[in-house]
């Protein structure tokens, strides 16, 4: 072999020494030593509440998964989360889980969502968690939670206005609204300036309280019924004035963190809201003593006593994600692991919709153990919403607020409600 062959062979085998040393250096006896690649799952969610907790679980995810990294994104607090995650989608830049409420809205995204029927959490999802996000015997959501409203009361302040019969009609809400007003106290702190309290929750009871909810809701999508001369509508607008004429000044410019101030801090006796603001009312006043009333329409007792409860959302993954199988880890995690349960049911404060979470009542606080218990007892009015046509509850809104201002009367929001489902109906 002559002097070049010699050298030529030489640089070849150190030429593969280098290769074979690139390919293998990473390895160990069990496999890649080296860092492996990291995955960001991007979750895009409206419950402002839980960021802070979210965020910490996060960094608890992250040091049992550390290949996988949440990036966590929350539009809420009166923000349009559903015109957010429509901007997201057509911008190229989707999240890979993302909120949805279920039923229309369900449909409305069908052909983005994965189909999570395979999931070992699905079978212990109780029944009305369930239902919102199931389709043809598959399902496509996890259920966050179960959540509650009605009028949230201060305990103390009833007590002391001499208040002991709790109000389940609309004439007992307003004697109960007149005795607080005569003892020198605010009835109601309304945050009237927020669409969703009015739009899509406060709204609820004029629909839940038809005779058979989905066939009305049928009926305004066909033509066949009307909102103007339905008497539970006749009825909410009713209670929406009360709320009003025995509330706080300015409910128009009145916002969430202002309502909860207001009530949190013994200036008000009562508030629309549910178990999400015992967080924020615990932040103020731990020590409030305080429970939940139904929101009355007319002087059926029995009709009347039932909250507003529901799945305010579900997590669902985008079937075209590249990190389907990350984002169903992390699911998966949230539900099963210790930590994850623990923040779910302490730091959230939620309901939970699993059965294989427990809260107590400690855990969830005054307001969720008295929701927990309307839902024991089966007194409960399902969340409606997710079934009216996309926008409308906050076209609702609008109008609601027409009316609490004084420039519409009570027969023109039910035409104005009624213009605004037609508008946005398919």
């Not at 699905?122 to 409203?149: C, H, I, Q, R, S």
């Not at 909410?236 to 300015?250: P, Q």
Request: include cysteine; proline fraction near 4%.
């Amino acid at each position: 072999m002559n002097k070049k062959m010699t050298m030529l062979s030489l640089s070849l085998i150190l030429a593969m020494s280098i290769v074979l040393s690139a390919c293998g250096g990473s390895k160990n006896e069990g496999g890649n030593t080296g860092k492996e690649e990291v995955k960001t799952v991007t979750i895009f969610q409206f419950k402002t509440e839980i960021v802070e907790g979210l965020n910490e679980l996060a960094v608890e995810f992250n040091k049992e998964y550390p290949n996988i990294k949440l990036d966590i994104q929350t539009v809420g607090g009166g923000a349009d989360y559903g015109a957010s995650l429509k901007t997201k989608f057509a911008a190229g830049d989707a999240p890979d889980i993302f909120s949805n409420g279920g039923y229309a809205e369900m449909e409305m995204w069908l052909d983005k969502l994965e189909d999570l029927s395979d999931q070992a959490w699905v079978k212990d999802l109780v029944p009305l968690a369930a239902e919102p996000m199931t389709k043809d015997g598959k399902v496509y959501g996890m259920a966050m939670n179960l959540e509650g409203f009605g009028y949230i009361y201060n305990k103390d302040i009833f007590a002391k206005a001499g208040i002991t019969e709790l109000p389940k009609t609309y004439s007992q809400l307003e004697a109960a609204a007149k005795t607080l007003k005569a003892a020198g106290i605010t009835p109601f702190a309304n945050a009237y300036q927020e669409w969703w309290l009015m739009g899509n929750q406060g709204i609820n009871p004029a629909f839940a309280q038809q005779p058979d909810v989905n066939a009305f809701i049928a009926g305004l999508n066909d033509g066949s019924v009307k909102i103007p001369g339905n008497e539970k509508f006749a009825d909410w607008a009713k209670l929406m004035k009360l709320t009003v004429d025995y509330g706080n000044k300015n409910p128009l410019t009145t916002d969430y963190n202002t309502q909860v101030s207001l009530f949190a801090s013994g200036e008000a006796a009562m508030m629309q809201e549910g178990n999400w603001a015992q967080v924020q009312i615990d932040s103020i006043n731990p020590d409030l003593n305080i429970g939940v009333l139904p929101m009355p329409l007319g002087e059926d007792a029995e009709a009347n006593d039932k909250l507003n409860v529901g799945i305010p959302a579900n997590l669902v993954i985008n079937k075209e994600s590249d990190v389907k199988e990350e984002a169903k880890t992390f699911l998966n995690w949230l539900v099963t692991s210790d930590i994850g349960k623990e923040y779910i049911v302490k730091k959230f404060k939620f309901i939970p919709a699993l059965t294989t979470i427990t809260a107590t009542p400690e855990d969830m606080g005054d307001i969720g153990t008295e929701v927990h218990n309307y839902v024991q007892a089966g007194k409960v009015l399902g969340l409606q919403s997710s079934k009216y046509p996309d926008g409308v509850t906050q076209e609702f809104a609008s109008v609601i607020q027409q009316y609490i201002a004084g420039r519409i009367d009570e027969a023109a929001w039910e035409t104005g409600m009624q213009a605004a489902w037609d508008k946005l109906k398919k």
